[in-house]
T-cell receptor, first 118, second 113 residues
Framework: AQSVAQPEDQVNVAEGNPLTVKCTYS??????LFWYVQYPNRGLQFLLK????DNLVKGSYGFEAEFNKSQTSFHLKKPSALVSDSALYFC????????????????WGLGTSLAVNP | DAEITQSPRHKITETGRQVTLACHQTWNHNNMFWYRQDLGHGLRLIHYSYGVQDTNKGEVSDGYSVSRSNTEDLPLTLESAASSQTSVYFCASSDSGAGAEAFFGQGTRLTVV
């Protein structure tokens, strides 16, 4: 079965330190990969995506993510965390193959709560 | 600017009542989705649509229905509200391309008492 795992429910990091939020997936072939962020009482906002090409993808607010095909991972990173980065982060994948119907649905991880401490 | 809006933002209803949550997008996207978000479950897909007159069941569709009469709107109806349907509901839309990202509404917090 297709699935996305975010192994850490919560990540704590000090402001100014680098952060990593982990995501691994089990999807056939080479899926499209996405990261979204959710601030309190808000909807999800798109951060970045991997479609093809360079394995290191840069996105909004200084975030980047690295696609690793052999490890089926797409970890979210930021070199220097800000207190304002504290939020809930979701990883999602979409099957690149399959029929036209199935390949438009996203498969979601359960989310990781990031807390950046001043 | 294009956007996706949900209404109401908050709703309290009684068990057994029919409730409709509105979702309106001005992106001109073909794809629209309804999710519910609950602690420990992440986002779960309720229904989705790939275009006008097209609707499909997601993983938690029991007790919910949708209709797509135009591109802009995908209302979600709870036929007979149950306490188990107390949740935060999110509508999303995306372009038809498989690599397209989804855009989310701000959510509706529904409480069934």
């Amino acid at each position: 079965a297709q699935s996305v795992a975010q192994p850490e429910d919560q990540v704590n990091v000090a402001e100014g330190n680098p952060l990593t939020v982990k995501c691994t997936y089990s999807v056939s072939g080479n899926p499209y990969l996405f990261w979204y962020v959710q601030y309190p009482n808000r909807g999800l906002q798109f951060l970045l995506k991997y479609i093809t090409g360079d394995n290191l993808v840069k996105g909004s607010y200084g975030f980047e993510a690295e696609f690793n095909k052999s490890q089926t991972s797409f970890h979210l990173k930021k070199p220097s965390a800000l207190v304002s980065d504290s939020a809930l982060y979701f990883c999602a994948v979409r099957d690149r193959g399959g029929n036209a119907g199935n390949n438009r649905k996203l498969i979601w991880g359960l989310g990781t709560s990031l807390a950046v401490n001043p | 600017d294009a956007e996706i809006t949900q209404s109401p933002r908050h709703k309290i209803t009684e068990t057994g009542r029919q409730v409709t949550l509105a979702c309106h997008q001005t992106w001109n996207h073909n794809n629209m989705f309804w999710y519910r978000q609950d602690l420990g479950h992440g986002l779960r897909l309720i229904h989705y649509s790939y275009g006008v007159q097209d609707t499909n069941k997601g993983e938690v569709s029991d007790g919910y229905s949708v209709s797509r009469s135009n591109t802009e709107d995908l209302p979600l109806t709870l036929e007979s509200a149950a306490s188990s349907q107390t949740s935060v509901y999110f509508c999303a839309s995306s372009d038809s391309g498989a690599g397209a990202e989804a855009f989310f509404g701000q959510g509706t917090r529904l409480t069934v008492v």
